[in-house]
T-cell receptor
Framework: GAVVSQHPSWVICKSGTSVKIECRSLDFQATTMFWYRQFPKQSLMLMAT?????????EQGVEKDKFLINHASLTLSTLTVTSAHPEDSSFYIC?????????????FGPGTRLTVT | RKEVEQDPGPFNVPEGATVAFNCTYS??????FFWYRQDCRKEPKLLMS???SGNEDGRFTAQLNRASQYISLLIRDSKLSDSATYLCVVNGGYSTLTFGKGTMLLVSP
């Protein structure tokens, strides 16, 4: 099946620093990758849609200058949380889209748990 | 009305029981529907895709009612390992997935 990896799986950083999270599709090419955030006991919230070779599309309320997304290849997208603050502490999950016949299914990475102190 | 609505539960059932979850969605143009399973502090994993009137996979049966805009998931002969949060997910187009908040299932011995 389609496998998506994320690195790191967890990170603790100090307020004001930047953190980069990598998302890779291991056995398929993903023209589109997605970044989600999930707070405790909440549903996944889409942050942005990342297309290879073009600028990401951000959801309303998500600051593009704070959450920098780069989709440099068909198998790699990165999310950089710049100048992180404690309120950015969350579970960040990426997914990659793969075709299943006439439909597209999303496969999720294992997530990155970010704690900002 | 919320885009995707689920009863948060928890549903507490004994092993071997049959349990059903319902989910309603607001976007009548939605094309694809999925059930994902999410274990605590883990990523969601695709359980079933629901493309037409419904489908069955072992102990799991998913059904779709487009007229009433709801999707259901039936789990038969519940196992302890079925304990998780079940997410109803709707795809309104190529790229956008909308997640429900999930229904928690707790299966006890």
């Amino acid at each position: 099946g389609a496998v998506v990896s994320q690195h790191p799986s967890w990170v603790i950083c100090k307020s004001g620093t930047s953190v980069k999270i990598e998302c890779r599709s291991l056995d398929f090419q993903a023209t589109t990758m997605f970044w989600y955030r999930q707070f405790p006991k909440q549903s996944l919230m889409l942050m942005a849609t990342s297309n290879e070779g073009s600028k990401a599309t951000y959801e309303q309320g998500v600051e593009k200058d704070k959450f920098l997304i780069n989709h440099a290849s068909l198998t790699l997208s990165t999310l950089t949380v710049t100048s992180a603050h404690p309120e950015d502490s969350s579970f960040y999950i990426c997914s990659a889209s793969a075709s299943s016949g006439s439909h597209y299914e999303q496969y999720f990475g294992p997530g990155t748990r970010l704690t900002v102190t | 009305r919320k885009e995707v609505e689920q009863d948060p539960g928890p549903f507490n059932v004994p092993e071997g029981a049959t349990v059903a979850f319902n989910c309603t969605y607001s976007n009548s143009a939605s094309q694809s529907f999925f059930w994902y399973r999410q274990d605590c502090r883990k990523e969601p994993k695709l359980l079933m895709s629901v493309y037409s009137s419904g489908n069955e996979d072992g102990r799991f049966t998913a059904q779709l009612n487009r007229a009433s805009q709801y999707i259901s998931l039936l789990i038969r002969d519940s196992k302890l390992s079925d304990s998780a949060t079940y997410l109803c997910v709707v795809n309104g187009g190529y790229s956008t997935l909308t997640f429900g908040k999930g229904t928690m299932l707790l299966v006890s011995p």
